[in-house]
């Protein structure tokens, strides 16, 4: 009965891991509008990604794996954190290939002097989408789909650990953030 067990909570914690994921960036996506509606300032969720020569802690805990909030004071062009760098649990990772890739965010500039501050050696790219102050998505234009799946992404490859026949990852929660009404809520596979 053991052998028979193990894989099924193995397979119940990987669910629920990916869940907690997408609940999290959920809530972010929430507190990322709401920050945009009540300040009237462009409002970022922000993912780093990372190339090769970065130390395999930081693709371990933050490459495809995190976001953060950010807002910019248009005046003066300052970026201003207003989380913490989140990151999903073990195991769990965002899309990087279709059908929902991250890739198809614009890429976010950070200001002059700005540092990724868990890794100040690290130097990543940045996806991104924005909040304007009506709370709709202003960029990039359309809605946003984020896929969260069981595995990691390796220089740009996803390396998916729970694969359907085909090869592709079986185990995917779909976020959409419709770009009118700038709300988040949990989907079917876009």
Do not use: C, H
Request: aromatic share 10%; no cysteine.
């Amino acid at each position: 009965m053991l052998v028979a067990l193990v894989p099924a909570v193995t397979s119940l914690s990987k669910a629920s891991g990916r869940r907690a994921a997408r609940d999290s960036l959920l809530g972010g996506i929430e507190q990322a509008r709401a920050e945009a509606i009540k300040s009237g300032q462009p409002t970022y969720v922000v993912f780093p990604t990372f190339g090769a020569g970065t130390a395999q802690a930081t693709l371990d805990r933050y490459n495809y794996r995190s976001y953060a909030i950010f807002e910019i004071d248009p005046a003066t062009g300052v970026a201003k954190q207003l989380t913490d760098w989140k990151s999903f649990p073990t195991g769990v990772a965002l899309r990087a290939a279709d059908p929902a890739p991250l890739s198809n965010l614009p890429a976010w500039t950070p200001p002059p002097g700005f540092t990724f501050t868990p890794d100040t050696s690290a130097s990543p790219a940045f996806l991104s989408f924005q909040f304007n102050s009506n709370g709709e998505v202003a960029a990039p234009a359309g809605n946003v789909v984020l896929g969260v799946f069981e595995g990691y992404v390796n220089n740009g490859s996803e390396v998916a650990t729970t694969k359907d026949g085909s090869g592709n990852p079986s185990a995917v929660e779909y976020v959409m953030v419709s770009q009118f009404t700038g709300r988040a809520e949990p989907t079917a596979a876009p």
